[in-house]
Structure formats: C-alpha cells, structure tokens
C-alpha cells in the first residue's frame, strides 16, 4: 500500500476523552475510530491487524478440528428463557429490541443457546459426536463502563467454539487439545512470556474454568503468581499454578498443592476455556443415543476468545513513547518502506523495491509521500510496523537499504538480498 | 472436507415454515439455520459459500481503489438526527435500543452518515481525494415482512462501498468503474446472463440511480426489457437500457431515447449505485479546501450489494428438482468426491485421490461416509457441488474416475490426470 493514497492520517494529539493507552495509541495512529464510548470502528490498518489475529485463531481452531459458521446477532426471547438467562436481573448486559410486530428480542452477548438448538437437527447418535463448531461473530454487550478502549466493548467480534462431547473423558480430551491451542494462539500473537494459564471460578458451570491472563497494569483482573515463575508465561504451566483472585484461597492453595510465594499482578483476560457440563443440552433437549439405545445428554464446553481485546492489549504492552510496536505475525504490514527525499533516483530505487517486495509476497507499506523525514519517521514509529527498510541518497550512495527494526535502536546498512532474508 | 466429519447433515422434508425456494433448498442442503423469521444463521457450507462470493467483491473493490475497513452496528442519534434520518416517520426499518443509562442508539441500516462524519478527520484539502472506503458489515433492517429467504432479511451482512470525490466529474469517473466492477462480480458470481443494469429512480438523492437486477420469479421489483435483449444479461446495456417500474414511464423512454416492445419482468435488485452528491457532506460538515482555498462539500456516491442475497438468487435461479446447482466460483468445494461401496481397494483409491487433489490446492468434500449409492448421490445433487468425481469397484477395474457436471446429465470415465485438468 502507498501511503499517499491511504486514506488516514496520523494524528499528534491524544484524544482527550480517551483514558486508556490502547485507544488512545490505535486512534492516534489511525488504526481505529471511535464511534462512541466503548464502540470503534476498524480502520484500514486497524483491521489488517484484527484480520491478521482472526487467522491465527482460525488456523488454530481448524487445527484442533473446528468447524465455522456464522451465528446471528438477533436472538428469540423464548429460547434463553428455557435456560433461564433472558431475565435481565440474571443477565445485566442485553441490549434488546423488538420487531415491528413488537415481539421483544436480544443481541446475543454470547451463543450457548442457539447453538445447542441448532444442533438438535445434526445431533442424534453417538456416532455424530465428539464435534466442535466455532465463528467469528459480532456480539453486543451493554456495558455499564467502557473506558479500557478496544479492550471492553459494547459491540466486538468474538471467537467462540463449543465442544460436544459424548461424556465427560470425552470432553477433557479436547478440552486438553483447546488448551494447547489457545496457548500457541498468544505464543504466536507475540504474548507468549506476559501471558498464563490461570485457574478461575468455574461460574454456575463447573467448579474450576481456565482463563488466559496477560499481565498488564492496564488489566481489570487480579491474578497471583508464584514468584519464580514471573516472566516465563505459558511456559510456566507445567510448574505452579496461576490463581486468578476469585479462587485464591488458601483452601485452594491446599487442594492444588501450592506453596511458595504468591505474588499479586493485574492481568486482562484474553482468552477463557469453560466445561459447560450438560446445563444446556438439558434445558434445551439436546441429546444423543448412545451405543445401548439410550437417551443421553450432550457433554458440552465452551471456548472464547475477544480479537480486538487481544489487538488492545497488544497495543498497551509493547507500545513505547513514540507509539505502537507489532509483534511480526500480527502487523498490519511486513514491512514499512520509507523514502527519504525528493531525488528522482530514489524514488525509482524505493519504486522498484516497492514492487519487487510485493511480488516476492511481503505486505509493505510504502511511505511514498512528499514529507520531511522527521515527520515520516514518527509516522513510522507511531504506526509500529516491526521492520522499515530506508531508501535515501546516503542509502543509494552505497546500494545499500537502511534496515531497522521498531523494537530496536540501532540501524544496519544492508544489501537488498540480505534485507530480504530477514523477513523469513 | 471429510463428509463423515462434517457436522451438518442433509434432510429430506421441506421446512413447512419456509415458502420461499433458496430458503427451502439452502436448509435441506445444510447451508443455513433459520434462527427466527428474516434471520438465517450461516452453516460451514453456507459459510464457504457466502465468503466465496464476498471474496469476488472484495477482489473487484481492491481493484478500483477501494480500502476496507469496519463500521459498527451501534450508531448514535445525534449524529442520524443532523441529516433527518433518525425519526421512524422517515426511516421505517430502524431496530433501536438503548444503553444502560437510557441514551436511545440504533442498529445501523446503512452508513452514509458515520463515514462521512469519520472523513472529517482525514480530509481536509483538494489532495486528500478522491478516496473509497468499504466493508463487510452486518446491517439490521427491521423488516415487516421477511418471506424471502435469505433474499430479504433482518440482519444481513453487506458490502458497501461510499466514494469521496472533490466534484460531479471526479464522481462520474469513478462511478463509471464502479458500474464496470460490479458487472464483474455479476458474471463471475455466474450471474452475467440473467442480470442487468437498469435505470431506477435516484429517490430523494439524485435523478437516477443503477440499479443491477438479476431476472428471477422470486425477485419482488418489476424491471421493463425490449424483447430484442432478453438473455443477453449484462452484454447487452450498450444497446437499449433496462428501466425499473418506477421510473418506466413514456417520459422517461422518450428522454432516453428508447422505442420497442418492452416486457415486463420479475427481477431481484442484487447491486445498486447511487449518485449521493453533497447530500450528507453538507448536512455533517465534510467539506475540503480547494485549490484556491476555498471549503467545498465533497461530492459523495454509495454502491451497495449484498453477498447473502446474492447467494439466495444464485440457489433460486440455478436450481433444479434435486437440489442446487452452484457455479464454479462461488460454489462451497470444487469437487465433491464420491466414494462408493466398501471395497478396501476402492477405499485407498479415494482417500489417496482425496489427498491428492488437496495437496494441489483443490477443495474437496469427500463423501467417505458408508451409505447406499442413492443416499450418496441425492445429497450431492442437494448441496450442488460442480464437478463429482464417482470411485467405485467399476472405475477401478477400468482405472478410472466417472466425472459428472451438476448442471449435466451425461457421465464420463476419465483418467486421474484428465480428470484434474477439467479442475482449471
């Protein structure tokens, strides 16, 4: 993409009625727009890299035997009140509406319930079982607060999969593979060291769920860990066990055999795992034959996981003062190519780059534009692509590119071929 | 894809709720899940489908410009009240809600008035256009009637495209590639023969607007053809126009110069493109610095199409008494391979032919369920695959494929390797 013809702009100042870094970082570098308080559009950029996130989850969940389909925001009244989650004194975050015949209906915060309907027409023997579908789907959610930027939303695209399994070893056998996935997940989004798997409150559903927790000052959550695990993330696991502060008890200390000192960090939840048990397959009639001819329950679990909050908290963690700083598999682009300088001979050389980058397949934006290179360069920083290529006099005096990666100081003059190998 | 994998399965009984075609055949296929009336849930081979054919668009908007990036549902009153729209005296397909401190929002139906207000931040003079933006978005309509299958919905995902230009003649450029893109879509979709640009009334923003209607008895809009052009579809605009019912008058015929016997036909609108001019950019204040210094409104165009509705006319228009028949780029898999009879050899035949075609690049369902011929065969004619390749006891002997067109009667046995070039 050439910069001259993207259509957003940077902007220098903070926006003022933004409190949390992620917006106001992702709004500065014209990444996202906020529409009103605690809903943002994607912008180009913005949604390169939520689309990035998106195909990592996709490639993971198709791993693990996922298969995707796309749910609806608007939802029946009487289908949640069979499970007793319509009545907003249980639920406190519906948006609802109603059509023109006024019947009254939802924006599905979360998609238990018409899931485990649907599945009533493909379910019947233990011979359709185990299976797992998931999607990318817009939820709503009536958010009292919403001042953590992209990271709590009223309106966001989530990930989530269900598991339906003939038993309870059934499920735990995914469960263990949905664990392992959801950790190469934010190993790969760049989030792997900051980032544990977290023993939570199981809710109404189980006695135990599992959360992912990044650790970030910018975290709702309070999640304790053993001190000399800090650091090492979803490494960690195989050692002690993280708590999230709801289960912190030394009650549940004992029960997972946990000693050592525990040390209290905030956290943002960016993926959880649920054993849901048969509390829906129940309520709505969702059961299988088994081998004997009998009636059975469907086992079921469910997976989620926010992009955009994970998007967020990318941003909050890795940014510095000068702006954003993209790990590689999540930036908007490869490489960001900048041109200093008006002679014609460099643009010809950033040209030429320019295409030759294209057709060996690297995403690179192209800083094509008539600017100083001050400008261009806290551009660049602001915008936190993880390598920028300079072409300039200096550069072409010697035929050589000036390579710089955003989480680094120090620049390199290199020659095109070996600019190239660092990519891979 | 494993069919005995794929979770959804086909059934025999028409839905007695449904009265409309795409409907009936897209459900008994295992394409879609009617949620409630006028909304459709998207299974994994609707899924396919539908991306298929949002790819086509996204490729042709890419192409003329066109950055994509995502608006949200949630759309603020004040902002809709400033160009007169949000009353439901003038809008009637609102779906509004309200926050939990009682502020009134609505579900965006379209959205001229965010982009143009989110445009404010990145132009600012005559250099800054012209500029395209588009997305993938889920609209709400509040539909009184929803008969339509997924032709007509209350929640729909869309394509709109809102073009950014400094005056009328920048505009008509770009509004003629856009025509140009469309018709793209239109044959690629396998639609070209049946669809055609046709004038109808601009309604409050202009004097016209093009409207792309694809000749269907399901369609709800009434479109006038001379005789002479019947089948020629999209080939045929250079020689007399297509006039939509509202505007077929004797006035309107003798200022565009038309004579001939015109026929009444029943159409579905698939694509429109509409001349905004300064409309929304004058209501909200989006203007730019010309040349000489001076602020002018930008002169704005909006194209809109949406892929569901596409997908249902596709299903209408293709279809046969056994199910859907899918052209090529858009169709869930390329080839629906069939395995037949439980013969090991056969078994190893198909599973290596399976791997096969996967490893170059072909998409594949597999039918490796166990399961009469018959069974086989009526589930393939339903999910309408193009291309089926048969293995069986019989082909083996011979070495063999039997290759058979979903939109042909006759079979033939053909070598692997001529089998695989039909594929191009």
Same mark, same amino acid.
């Given at each position: 993409?050439?910069?001259?013809?993207?259509?957003?702009?940077?902007?220098?100042?903070?926006?003022?009625?933004?409190?949390?870094?992620?917006?106001?970082?992702?709004? *500065? @570098?014209?990444?996202? =727009? !906020?529409?009103?308080?605690?809903?943002?559009?994607?912008?180009? $950029?913005?949604? #390169? &890299?939520?689309?990035?996130?998106?195909?990592?989850?996709?490639?993971?969940?198709?791993?693990?035997?996922?298969?995707?389909?796309?749910?609806?925001?608007?939802?029946?009244?009487?289908?949640?009140?069979?499970?007793?989650?319509?009545?907003?004194?249980?639920?406190?975050?519906?948006?609802?509406?109603?059509?023109?015949?006024?019947?009254?209906?939802?924006?599905?915060?979360?998609?238990?319930?018409?899931?485990?309907?649907?599945?009533?027409?493909?379910?019947?023997?233990?011979?359709?079982?185990?299976?797992?579908?998931?999607?990318?789907?817009?939820?709503?959610?009536?958010?009292?607060?919403?001042?953590?930027?992209?990271?709590?939303?009223?309106?966001?695209?989530?990930?989530?999969?269900?598991?339906?399994?003939?038993?309870?070893?059934?499920?735990?056998?995914?469960?263990? *593979? @949905?664990?392992?996935? =959801? !950790?190469?997940?934010?190993?790969?989004?760049?989030?792997?060291? $900051?980032?544990? #798997? &977290?023993?939570?409150?199981?809710?109404?559903?189980?006695?135990?769920?599992?959360?992912?927790?990044?650790?970030?000052?910018?975290?709702?959550?309070?999640?304790?860990?053993?001190?000399?695990?800090?650091?090492?993330?979803?490494?960690?696991?195989?050692?002690?066990?993280?708590?999230?502060?709801?289960?912190?008890?030394?009650?549940?200390?004992?029960?997972?055999?946990?000693?050592?000192?525990?040390?209290?960090?905030?956290?943002?939840?960016?993926?959880?795992?649920?054993?849901?048990?048969?509390?829906?397959?129940?309520?709505?009639?969702?059961?299988?034959?088994?081998?004997?001819?009998?009636?059975?329950?469907?086992?079921?679990?469910?997976?989620?996981?926010?992009?955009?909050?994970?998007?967020?908290?990318?941003?909050?963690?890795?940014?510095?003062?000068?702006?954003?700083?993209?790990?590689?598999?999540?930036?908007?682009?490869?490489?960001?190519?900048?041109?200093?300088?008006?002679?014609?001979?460099?643009?010809?050389?950033?040209?030429?780059?320019?295409?030759?980058?294209?057709?060996?397949?690297?995403?690179?934006?192209?800083?094509?534009?008539?600017?100083?290179?001050?400008?261009?360069?806290?551009?660049?920083?602001?915008?936190?692509?993880?390598?920028?290529?300079?072409?300039?006099?200096?550069?072409?005096?010697?035929?050589?590119?000036?390579?710089?990666?955003?989480?680094?100081?120090?620049?390199?003059?290199?020659?095109?071929?070996?600019?190239?190998?660092?990519?891979?």
């Amino acid at each position: 993409m050439r910069q001259s013809k993207l259509f957003t702009k940077t902007r220098k100042e903070t926006p003022v009625d933004e409190i949390s870094k992620n917006a106001q970082l992702l709004i *500065k @570098a014209g990444f996202i =727009y !906020k529409e009103m308080s605690g809903v943002y559009a994607m912008l180009p $950029l913005g949604l #390169l &890299t939520l689309n990035k996130i998106i195909n990592i989850i996709r490639e993971e969940m198709n791993g693990i035997g996922g298969q995707e389909l796309s749910l609806t925001a608007l939802q029946e009244k009487e289908l949640w009140e069979k499970t007793n989650r319509w009545d907003d004194a249980v639920v406190d975050n519906w948006f609802k509406t109603k059509l023109k015949n006024d019947t009254e209906v939802g924006l599905g915060f979360t998609h238990e319930e018409p899931l485990t309907r649907l599945m009533k027409d493909h379910i019947s023997s233990y011979r359709d079982l185990p299976l797992y579908a998931y999607q990318f789907q817009t939820k709503f959610r009536n958010e009292i607060r919403a001042k953590s930027g992209i990271m709590r939303t009223r309106e966001f695209i989530m990930k989530d999969l269900y598991s339906f399994s003939k038993d309870e070893k059934e499920h735990m056998e995914f469960y263990e *593979k @949905a664990k392992q996935a =959801y !950790k190469n997940i934010f190993v790969r989004a760049g989030l792997g060291d $900051l980032t544990y #798997l &977290t023993f939570a409150s199981g809710g109404v559903f189980s006695k135990y769920s599992h959360e992912f927790q990044t650790i970030s000052d910018s975290g709702e959550d309070i999640v304790y860990i053993n001190k000399d695990d800090l650091g090492a993330g979803l490494n960690m696991d195989s050692r002690h066990a993280v708590l999230n502060k709801e289960v912190y008890t030394e009650e549940v200390k004992k029960e997972l055999n946990l000693s050592g000192d525990f040390e209290e960090n905030k956290a943002v939840e960016v993926g959880n795992i649920f054993t849901l048990g048969t509390r829906f397959s129940e309520a709505l009639g969702l059961t299988y034959k088994d081998e004997d001819g009998k009636e059975v329950p469907v086992f079921m679990g469910s997976y989620g996981i926010g992009p955009a909050r994970l998007m967020g908290v990318i941003a909050e963690v890795f940014s510095d003062d000068k702006g954003l700083v993209w790990p590689r598999e999540v930036a908007p682009y490869e490489v960001h190519l900048v041109k200093l300088g008006v002679n014609p001979e460099v643009s010809d050389f950033a040209d030429r780059l320019y295409e030759d980058l294209k057709s060996k397949g690297v995403s690179v934006l192209y800083d094509d534009r008539d600017l100083r290179p001050g400008e261009k360069f806290a551009d660049s920083d602001l915008i936190g692509i993880p390598v920028r290529f300079v072409v300039s006099d200096k550069t072409l005096a010697v035929e050589k590119i000036e390579v710089k990666y955003r989480n680094k100081t120090d620049t390199e003059l290199m020659l095109e071929a070996d600019a190239l190998k660092i990519l891979n």
